[in-house]
């Protein structure tokens, strides 16, 4: 990080930890800690170029097979403020996914703690869209103008909404809350409206191609148990074994979340979640995967929903190759959302390609 990724794109960028799984060609399954870091950048050549440099240097410094990289630059809008009317409002509303990015550091000295944190959770966030919300730990770094890098520890807080005016508004306000109450420069807020939402299963939100593409499906699995208990640590991870990997042996990545909603008294209710990742080709085949293992989940467990988010505007790579859709040097700029895990078993290399509603 602090030798090959942070000097290539020093105005920063954020890492999450998680935990990818695969089947081997023996049927064994291969458990592996990853990294996922999360670039935005400019859709340059020079930009292109040092994603290739970091990845071939991950491959020869760590011995790697590849390393994943999810690409997405269609109708990502990003900002660091209020105000800058990122959200297209139309007439019919349609769910838009937005994540903001709260840096932790206070520029005086100490950093916002987890209590604080939760409490701005609780009184500026849940009430303006109490249908739900999920949240990630991070951590950011980036480079000063002296050359120091400098950590910090970050909330990733994700809203699937309506892209309307009110929802926009609320979003400035929530912004310029953390911006007052912690002394903060700005937040990161990312748009993504391309994306479509199911909260079940036959939902049919994958537009099944003829030559199929690859997309990126977001399951959240909250883990309360309604009459009482959640769904354990060995529950989920037996969950993981003998549902999910099966279908889709090739790879997936799972992340730690925790969602929190209000409910109809006003009360917040508050989950741990898992977060299961799936890059997979949009065949009715893996749709139809989708929906079972939807169903097997709210069966085991009781539960009301599973909430699914499906991306099919991204491109893949498992090397340096560059995406197929990225622009050519004579094109105008723009931003793109990198992703990069440090992966031979995330997503295998093969020769084809808590929101409550």
């Known amino acids: 990080m602090d030798t090959v990724i942070t000097p290539r794109f020093p105005a920063g960028l954020t890492i999450f930890d998680s935990e990818g799984q695969f089947l081997s060609s023996t049927g064994a399954l291969i458990e592996e800690p990853a990294k996922v870091v999360s670039l935005f950048v400019e859709d340059t050549p020079e930009a292109e170029t040092a994603i290739n440099e970091i990845v071939t240097a991950y491959v020869n410094q760590f011995s790697q097979e590849s390393v994943l990289q999810t690409t997405n630059e269609d109708e990502l809008k990003v900002g660091f403020g209020a105000g800058e009317n990122l959200i297209e409002n139309d007439l019919v509303p349609e769910f838009i996914q937005t994540d903001l990015f709260f840096g932790r550091n206070i520029p005086s ?4 703690s987890e209590t604080q944190f939760q409490a701005f959770l609780d009184e500026e966030i849940t009430p303006r869209f109490p249908a739900g919300l999920t949240v990630f730990d991070a951590d950011g770094q980036f480079q000063d103008s002296a050359g120091t890098i400098v950590e910090e520890q970050s909330k990733v807080v ?3 909404l309506e892209d309307t005016v009110e929802n926009e508004a609320a979003i400035d306000e929530i912004i310029n809350a953390y911006i007052r109450e912690f002394n903060q420069e700005s937040v990161l807020l990312a748009v993504n409206e391309e994306i479509a939402v199911g909260f079940g299963a036959g939902e049919d939100i994958i537009d099944n191609d003829p030559i199929p593409e690859f ?3 977001d399951l959240f699995f909250g883990r309360n148990i309604p009459g009482g208990g ?9 969950f993981l074994d003998l549902e999910i990997t099966p279908r889709f042996s090739a790879g997936l990545t799972v992340f730690d979340a925790d969602g929190q909603f209000q409910d109809s008294t006003g009360t917040i209710i ?11 080709e949009d065949t009715a085949e893996n749709e139809a995967s989708l929906d079972e293992i939807i169903i097997a989940y709210t069966q085991r467990f009781n ?13 893949v790579a498992f090397d340096a190759e560059l995406p197929a859709d990225i622009p050519e040097p004579a094109a105008g700029l723009g931003l793109l959302a990198i992703a990069i895990l440090g992966t031979g078993t995330i997503l295998r290399k093969t020769p084809t390609p808590t929101l409550k509603r």
């Not at 000295?109 to 916002?112: A, F, L, M, R």
């Not at 959640?230 to 037996?238: D, L």
């Not at 989950?271 to 299961?276: A, G, I």
């Not at 539960?303 to 491109?315: A, H």
């Open 230 to 238: 959640e769904v354990s640590e060995e529950q989920f991870q037996a």
């Open 158 to 160: 994700r809203l699937l």
């Open 270 to 280: 508050e989950e741990q979640s898992k977060v299961v990742r799936l890059l997979l």
């Open 109 to 112: 000295g100490g950093e916002v």
């Open 215 to 217: 997309v990126q499906t």
């Open 303 to 315: 539960q009301e929903s599973v909430l699914i988010v499906v991306d099919e505007e991204i491109e």
